[in-house]
Structures are given as C-alpha cells and as structure tokens.
C-alpha cells in the first residue's frame, strides 16, 4: 500500500509513516499483546486527554504492563504529533505492545521491550444527513471475550461483528448478551424511553467510552433526566430513541434496528438536545483549549 504522508511516532522517534518499522517477531503482531487509545483532537485541542491517559493506564495495568511515559510525557509527545500535522482536527492513534521477543512464546518475555506507537490522522465529523435523519444498526449476540473493558488490539471478534454492520449497508452492530444491552461493536449505545435517558452501568462486558462519559456528565449538568442501570434487550428494542457514542462519530441517533424503526424513525427530541449540548461544549470548550 502507499503511505498517507503522515508523521507518526515509534519508540522515541517522530518520522514519516513510511519511515517507520516495527519488528515481525513484535508481540503485538504475533498474539495481539497489546493495548491502544483513540484521542480526538479539535483545533489542535486533544479533547479530555486526561480521561482518556487514565484509561490507557488502567488498561496497561490489567495486561500487567508497565506505563512507558508519566502523563506529562504523554501530553507533550501527543502535543508534539498534533502540531506536526496539516489539519487542526485529528484522531491521535497511540498503541502500546509487549514489544517484540523471541522465540515466540505465549508467556511474558522475561524482560519485555514495549513499542510505543502513534499516529494521526485527519477527523471528520459525522455527515450533516446523518446528523439530521439518524443512522441505521443491526444487532447480534455479544461474542466477545469477558475483559471488553481492556482496550485491547486484539479486535478480531469486534471486526467480525463490525462487518456484520457493513455488509448490512448500516452504521453499527448493536450487541446483546444474555438478554442486556451492552455496547456497540465500535461504540457505546444509550437509549431513551418516556423522556428518561438509560445508560447500561459500565462492567467488565464493555469499554466505557470518554465520549459515553461526557455524554452522562452533559444529562446531569442540563438536568435531563437519566438512569444508569441494566437495560433489558426488549427495553431496548422498544426504546423511543438509540443513541451511539464513540470518539468519532460524537453522538449519533439510530433510527432503524434490524429494518424496525426507532421511535418516530427521526432523531427524537433528547437527541436533538444533547447533540447541542454536545456542539456547544466542544466548539465554545475545546476551541479554546479547555478540557
């Protein structure tokens, strides 16, 4: 393939992407030994670094890893990666692996050498049509492993259920496990029944999302009525309104689920204020630098 003219970042060094290799023998290539994070940045703002470091460090810490940099060394070399970029809204990649070791071997390497990798690239909005006329899902049997909670690379079985979701000319795979709602193959899902925003409780069985998070912290501070507890798969099938939440696609209504519409079949009311509540913290917040 050919390299994006990009600058990333590998073990200490900043380069083009084409520049830089990592070893064929890395863990992270052989048994998917690793963990990552997904930073949006907006106008060269990262938002909520600090929420999203905190989980890189806690993900690290339940594969029993150790942290390669201190917060502040993260943010200068994350700062450092923005700056080197031609567009001001970015999504920050960052991937730590186990580094690489021979002979292969599913035990720890006695004295590991972790690859720390980062790379940019530019972030797009969600569309202006997808914004207004909502998204469609399809749902599945959540067929992940029990530790969702681990940003972890290895992401076969989320790829699978994603490509569900392409194949059905649809946004997402919405994922049900035991008769619960948990999460989307690539984002977190909310759901709003009778003017009550529900959100399932975070757990092992799902990665809470920074933009989940804000999402909850924005309900609260506009005082729109909200419950965090288990959401049975009927529930959700009949809710008035899906939300989707992830880094990149910010907050998105589902409109349609399996060919059944949503609600109205149009985004619904506490969508439509949320997403402006969500509008107006990142541009009038993070424009100006402000977490």
Request: charged share 20%.
């Amino acid at each position: 393939m050919d390299f994006p003219p990009l600058v990333g970042f590998l073990n200490g060094r900043f380069a083009p992407l084409a520049d830089l290799q990592i070893s064929v023998l890395d863990r992270g290539f052989l048994f998917g030994d690793g963990i990552y994070e997904a930073i949006p940045v907006y106008n060269r703002h990262p938002l909520r670094l600090t929420e999203h470091l905190r989980r890189l460090a806690a993900s690290l810490a339940a594969i029993n890893m150790p942290n390669p940099y201190t917060v502040a060394e993260w943010a200068s070399l994350i700062q450092k990666l923005i700056d080197q970029q031609s567009f001001a809204d970015q999504s920050i990649y960052v991937q730590i692996t186990r580094g690489p070791a021979f002979p292969r071997n599913h035990a720890f390497p006695a004295t590991p050498e972790p690859t720390v990798f980062m790379f940019a690239d530019e972030l797009l909005p969600p569309s202006r049509e997808a914004v207004a006329n909502g998204v469609a899902a399809v749902s599945s049997d959540d067929i992940r492993w029990q530790r969702c909670n681990i940003k972890a690379i290895s992401l076969l079985a989320n790829v699978l259920l994603k490509q569900q979701a392409v194949d059905a000319g649809v946004a997402e795979t919405i994922l049900f496990r035991d008769g619960l709602l948990i999460e989307g193959a690539s984002s977190n899902i909310l759901v709003v029944k009778e003017g009550v925003l529900l959100a399932p409780p975070p757990s092992h069985l799902m990665l809470t999302g920074i933009t989940y998070d804000l999402v909850i912290e924005l309900a609260k501070q506009h005082n729109m009525p909200l419950e965090i507890r288990p959401i049975s798969e009927s529930a959700a099938r009949q809710a008035d309104e899906i939300w989707l939440t992830s880094s990149s696609k910010e907050v998105l209504a589902v409109v349609s689920l399996d060919g059944q519409v949503v609600g109205t079949g149009q985004p619904g009311p506490l969508y439509q204020a949320m997403y402006g509540y969500f509008q107006v913290f990142k541009n009038e917040a993070m424009r100006l630098g402000v977490e």
